[in-house]
């Protein structure tokens, strides 16, 4: 198993950058694809972007492509979300998640991931 710890969430204003960290517990880090997501009010949880257990490979959704990196410390067991540009569309919280160990795609459907942390609050203002 693994426990997420999301952190770095807060207020800012439209065009600002924010980086999300996500520490995990665990020894078998490397073993999980990861992603975020987001959820804001009245809407369904949504991806945002993901990577492989390696760091190699990384997926993300149209609306964030060119504004948002993923990244990945496997030594600090600590997965990022640098955001910038960021819109007042981008508000939500943000959730990290990890899926069962040894898979190969990285997903974008939040029902592949098994674990999920707690979440972290992105409010963008106009």
């Known amino acids: 198993q693994v426990q997420l710890v999301e952190s770095g969430g807060g207020l800012l204003q439209a065009g600002g950058s924010l980086r999300l960290s996500c520490a995990a517990s665990?020894?078998?880090?490397?073993?999980?694809?990861l992603g975020w997501f987001r959820q804001a009010p009245g809407k369904e949880r949504e991806f945002v972007a993901g990577?492989?257990?390696?760091?190699?490979?990384?997926s993300y959704a149209d609306s964030v492509k060119g504004r948002f990196t993923i990244s990945r410390d496997n030594a600090k067991n600590t997965v990022y979300l640098q955001m910038n540009s960021l819109k007042p569309e981008d508000t939500a919280v943000y959730y990290c998640?990890?899926?069962?160990?040894?898979?190969?795609?990285?997903?974008?459907?939040?029902?592949?991931?098994?674990?999920w942390g707690q979440g972290t609050q992105v409010t963008v203002s106009s």
């Open positions: 998640a990890a899926n069962s160990p040894g898979y190969y795609i990285i997903y974008d459907t939040p029902t592949e991931y098994n674990y």
């Open positions: 665990g020894r078998t880090f490397n073993s999980y694809n």
């Open positions: 990577i492989s257990k390696s760091g190699t490979r990384t």
